[in-house]
């Protein structure tokens, strides 16, 4: 959903095509606009000017340094020569999984320093290490840790500088270049002069005005600059900031002496691998930002803030990975550097809080998303149905609307799950209560799409119209779990869809319980509203949630406002959004009994939002370079633990022609969320409105999607329990092989599949590149191409109609190949087998989950995981096998969560073997030869097969169409072990 800053009415018709042109950038502040922020980089090139006479003048109090016996911790003091009556405290800690995390804050200020973050970050507080004893010396304090004491962790005392090693290389350095500044709290400088009467009067200091601070030789010029700038007040555009408490930023840097690449901290839309924005030659000149945004018709290539923010960065090398997550809430600028080509530097400046860095010590990816989901949680394992196709526009006018939709999916053999509303079925822009005239029957309508199997998504948005008529306003108000203003007082009010609106503060725990009950859909014992008109069928999208405010600094709620508890909107502006999706999804599970898995999709996000549900890229352009840079961003949150995100498809904005249209669903169906929308002023693009041959070629791509949600679904129980995520990008998957550090454009969905979705028009061929000495096949005509290890690029045909997908060799995939309307009606279908078999030894692996889809009786143990295996154990035999995967390791929620014994014959189990639900066709791709015979063992019943020769998995020369083996229907069901030999 797009926004503009209109200031007064809000109309729909203002919009015209002409509207489709660029991002406002003067409605946002770059780093020269922020005060902070300039702050920041003018300490750094303060530094840079004096190279090695720079020195941090923070320091540990060595005598101060007090260690736990009994556990791995230790509090320090800290000082700033510059200031010696201002204490800081240090405290680091290292975790049982070897994560550090080292927090400093202000001791004794004049105010707190927010200290909030982590508490909504994480999902609980970690287990410090038990082993680990830190000893002090003189001159700094350290500990060494892992399974051989690989890792050692030192704190110099002077000046103050946090080191991670592993091996004695360094993997982080805190301070290292001295740029750690916690700007204190201090009182407005007053200027004293006289009254005419002769008495003293105080005077405020000029508000921007350049005030001398120190004299330049001063130490303190030396470090902080000669002026005082923007330290007390603030104005962009026409806002002004109050800026009550004055001055608190921080800045620290924090670089990677041996690590050439960095990813992360989305949301961004530019290159997975980030590109620099300081140092010499940088490729963007501002740093990145985090501030969650409504950022209209934003620039594909950017460091500019949009609607997310997660302060988590990878940085990577051949030998190592690491991870550092700033828990921090408040607007934060990231300056990126390469000194060399192996080295980075990053210089983190945030607004307000205090520093809570987390050093996650890797050393492989994959170690960096455990580490991180250990502390923020891993993705939820979604509603199945959430892992369909999603059909949405600003709007669908009216519940016959709807109705005709579906109707019209049905009729051209489309399948679609959900269909969605955005914010025109609300009256006057009050969520949750229907507009009569067009939707007078809207629990019919819901009931009319779930009779076939389906959902509905419908918009919430958290600005609530200012009108008593308005229930959700009328309670949020009695309750006074408003957001206030500045000073405190009141509801703050500011402009958005609804016109005249106020926000609640989920800060306040008041507002929980409260908004949990509005979703339940029948009526309330306590006399309060509910949505009766509603049913267990609709799931909740939560758009503008930065938020969005049309009149507001930068589109947003001005800093100076208050929340809950009396912090400013400054320190948890990050924050905000995540909470409101919390609360959403809980009450979108609390509705049924006993609950049911929610699906909520939220625009603002932040670290651990990936444990309430899905979020889109917003709203993208209908441009190709919308479409590619799509895809960075999904891979992008992906490492940052959003990895249930997708990209609109077709882009919001713009009518896109119909090979666009085709090249973009090719990319959607390959995003973990998989939705197109579009905006209110576009010409209607639902698929079934393609002429041929588009519309037969979208049609198998909805298909293919459908084919492959076992695929997904056993993809996100793995995301879900390690935090890996399930697109992974080339160099999660080959963290040691240099050429696909900053490859981007095509990835793996899960370690089987490699895909690359074109994204240019006219293409008829596309490049891909191969990391591996293995062989390849083509996801659709079984062609196998070989890869090499020194890497090497294949080229493929890429005419509108095919996209570059491709099953490693040494994998198997369960697919389900019957078409369907949608994922509720193929529940009980049979399994196609996809068996790719390795070059080196002719086998291959892989593993199907299925339960419910909808309830949390997987947390009991109502599941069934299999293993398939195909191995060749002599020159002659090659032997398909089932296993039970759930017996051996019953753990299927996040690590660490004990849960209830696997019962192999669970009802869910059961309810499968009840149907006959079995694996109807095997597909063996470069079997070495004619098959003798192919039984079941324990069976003398030679099965239906079929075999075409070509290029066997083991020639690892050949390329071209593969030998295939094609078994039909051996009548082995999913929830039992079995095996099927084949005679060579
Ligand atoms: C949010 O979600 C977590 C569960 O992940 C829960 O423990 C927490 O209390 C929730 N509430 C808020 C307001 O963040
Ligand atoms: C593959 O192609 C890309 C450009 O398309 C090129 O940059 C890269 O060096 C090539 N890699 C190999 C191993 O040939």
Redesign the pocket.
């Known amino acids: 959903m797009r926004s503009w800053t209109v200031l007064g009415a809000v109309s729909l018709c203002l919009l015209s095509a002409s509207d489709v042109l660029a991002v406002k950038t003067h409605d946002f502040k770059t780093c020269s606009q922020s005060g902070f922020c300039r702050r920041g980089r003018a300490l750094a090139s303060r530094a840079q000017a004096a190279a090695n006479q720079w020195k941090s003048p923070y320091s540990v109090d060595a005598s101060s340094v007090s260690i736990a016996s009994d556990q791995a911790k230790f509090t320090a003091g800290v000082k700033s020569s510059l200031y010696p009556d201002v204490k800081f405290s240090l405290e680091l800690r290292v975790h049982e999984d070897g994560v550090v995390r080292v927090r400093m804050d202000e001791v004794g200020g004049l105010h707190k320093r927010y200290d909030e973050a982590a508490s909504w970050a994480l999902i609980q507080e970690p287990t410090i290490h038990k082993k680990v004893k830190w000893t002090a010396s003189k001159k700094d304090v350290r500990a060494s840790f892992g399974a051989n004491k690989e890792f050692d962790i030192i704190v110099a005392y002077q000046p103050l500088q946090v080191t991670l090693l592993r091996n004695g290389k360094e993997q982080v350095v805190l301070n290292g270049k001295g740029l750690l500044h916690m700007e204190h709290f201090r009182s407005k400088a007053v200027v004293m002069t006289e009254t005419e009467e002769g008495e003293p009067k105080p005077e405020a200091a000029a508000e921007d005005a350049q005030q001398v601070l120190a004299k330049p030789e001063d130490p303190k010029a030396w470090f902080e600059g000669e002026t005082e700038d923007g330290l007390w007040e603030e104005t962009f555009g026409s806002f002004t900031d109050s800026k009550p408490k004055g001055p608190e930023s921080l800045s620290i840097d924090i670089n990677f002496p041996n690590h050439g690449v960095v990813y992360g901290i989305p949301q961004h839309a530019t290159r997975l691998a980030l590109p620099t924005t300081s140092g010499e030659n940088p490729f963007f000149s501002d740093p990145y930002r985090l501030y969650n945004a409504d950022v209209f018709e934003y620039i594909a290539s950017s460091t500019m803030s949009l609607y997310g923010s997660i302060p988590l960065l990878h940085a990577h090398s051949v030998d190592s990975t690491v991870g550092v997550f700033h828990a921090v809430g408040s607007e934060t600028w990231i300056d990126v550097a390469h000194p060399t080509e192996k080295s980075t530097e990053t210089h983190w400046i945030s607004e307000s809080g205090i520093m809570d860095v987390f050093l996650l010590p890797g050393p492989t990816p994959e170690d960096v998303f455990r580490q991180y989901s250990r502390l923020t949680g891993a993705a939820v394992l979604p509603a199945y149905f959430s892992l369909g196709y999603h059909q949405c526009r600003w709007n669908y006018v009216s519940t016959d609307d709807v109705r005709t939709v579906q109707k019209r999916f049905d009729e051209e053999d489309m399948p679609v799950d959900v269909f969605w509303l955005d914010i025109e079925y609300s009256e006057d822009h009050k969520y949750m209560i229907w507009e009569k005239k067009n939707f007078p029957d809207p629990v019919d309508m819901i009931n009319d799409v779930a009779a076939l199997g389906r959902k509905m998504v419908v918009i919430v948005d958290p600005h609530v119209k200012r009108t008593q008529d308005y229930p959700v306003y009328k309670e949020a108000s009695e309750l006074e779990v408003l957001v206030k203003p500045k000073g405190g007082s009141g509801e703050y009010e500011g402009w958005c869809w609804s016109g005249s609106s106020s926000w609640i503060d989920f800060f306040n725990p008041t507002s929980w319980d409260w908004w949990i009950s509005l979703f339940k859909p029948h009526k309330l014992d306590n006399g309060r509203w509910s949505w009766i008109d509603s049913t267990e069928a609709v799931h909740i999208w939560n758009d503008m949630n930065e938020p969005s405010v049309f009149n507001g600094p930068e589109i947003t709620m001005p800093k100076d406002n208050i929340h809950y508890g009396g912090w400013e909107h400054r320190d948890v502006h990050n924050i905000n959004g995540m909470l409101y999706s919390n609360l959403t999804s809980q009450a979108v599970a609390a509705r049924s009994d006993p609950p049911k898995r929610p699906f909520v999709l939220t625009r603002a996000f932040y670290a651990g939002s990936q444990r309430f549900g899905a979020m889109w890229t917003g709203d993208n352009l209908g441009t190709w370079e919308h479409m590619a840079v799509g895809i960075k961003m999904v891979l992008s949150n992906g490492i940052a633990g959003m990895t249930f995100s997708g990209s609109d498809v077709g882009g919001f904005f713009g009518n896109p022609e119909p090979e666009m249209l085709v090249r973009w669903y090719q990319v959607g169906v390959f995003a973990p969320f998989f939705r197109a929308h579009a905006h209110l002023d576009t010409k209607r693009r639902e698929p079934y409105l393609l002429d041929e041959p588009y519309k037969g070629i979208v049609r198998d791509i909805l298909r293919l999607r459908y084919s492959m949600l076992p695929i997904w679904y056993t993809l996100f129980r793995e995301t879900s329990v390690t935090g890996i995520p399930v697109l992974r990008p080339q160099y999660v998957v080959f963290p040691k092989d240099p ?1 696909g550090f900053d490859i981007d454009d095509q990835y793996y969905i899960g370690t089987s599949l490699l895909v690359k979705p074109v994204t240019s028009k006219g293409a008829t061929e596309a ?1 891909v ?1 191969l990391g591996e000495d293995q062989v390849y096949y083509d996801y659709f005509t079984y062609k196998a191409y070989r890869g ?1 290890s ?4 294949i080229t493929v045909s890429a005419e509108l109609y095919q996209v570059p997908l491709f099953i490693r060799g040494g994998s198997i995939l369960p697919t389900r190949e019957r078409a369907r309307r949608s994922s509720s009606s193929m529940k009980h279908d049979p399994f196609t087998l996809k068996i790719a078999l390795d070059q080196q030894s002719s086998s291959a692996r892989g593993e199907l989950y299925l339960d419910d889809g909808e309830s949390y009786d997987h947390q009991k143990g109502e599941f069934v995981w299999r293993e398939f295996r195909a191995e060749k154990p002599n020159k002659k035999t090659l032997r398909i096998t089932s296993k039970d995967l759930a017996a051996e390791k019953p753990g299927v929620a996040v690590e660490g969560v004990a849960l209830a014994k696997f019962d192999p014959s669970n009802a869910y189990a059961k309810s499968l073997e009840k149907e006959n639900v079995r694996v109807e066709r095997l597909v063996v791709l470069g079997v070495p030869g004619l098959p003798k015979s192919v039984k079941v063992e324990g069976s003398s019943e030679e099965l239906v097969w079929e075999y075409i020769q070509g290029v066997a998995a083991g020639e690892s020369k050949k390329e071209g169409y593969t030998s295939i083996l094609k078994i039909k229907d051996p009548k082995v069901l999913v929830t039992k072990d079995w095996a099927i030999t084949v005679q060579l």
Do not use: E, L, Q, V
């Open positions: 050429n490049t590149y090499s020194k890497g090497k690029n």
